[in-house]
């Protein structure tokens, strides 16, 4: 099920896993899972351009700020795409501040950001991106 990101506030995230296949999949106290991906289609490609802050700011204090927010870009014939977003994906938790860049280029019938779906561990999504994902660790001064 697709949730709001917002509701994201006060989670307490225990593990973060980060895919090759640009995913990022999140294990929280309660119980809950969370994969934040973008589902592809023709004519488009979205991805994570960058992550600015340190994910493991994220682990074991609880969420107190989630918020989601867009730049269009402007149509150009030099970049050859019709429609460009960069979508950001800000969290904070009294350790850290992180900001989850995606970038979509599509020719503007599709989405270009992604989304964050509540699953559950025997869920085909969740075990589709745990093949090639990897944990993002707490340093051992952080513990």
Known sequence: ??????????????KIYKSDCD?????CSDGTRYVMYHEQDCCEAVYIEDICGEL????????IMAEESFKYGEESEETF????????????TLKGYVTIRWYGTSN??????????????DSNLWKEFME????ILVPCHET
């Not at 949730?3 to 225990?14: A, Q, S």
């Not at 995913?23 to 294990?27: D, G, Q």
């Open 132 to 135: 090639d994902a990897v944990a």
């Open 81 to 92: 795409v019709d429609s460009e977003t960069w979508t950001f994906y800000k969290l904070a």
């Open 23 to 27: 995913a990022l999949l999140f294990e």
């Open 108 to 121: 503007g019938y599709y989405s270009e950001s992604a989304d964050i779906y509540e699953v559950d561990e």
């Open 1 to 14: 099920m697709i949730m709001e990101f917002k509701n994201m506030v006060g989670k307490t995230i225990t």
């Open 56 to 63: 493991h700011n994220l682990i074991g204090s609880p969420i």
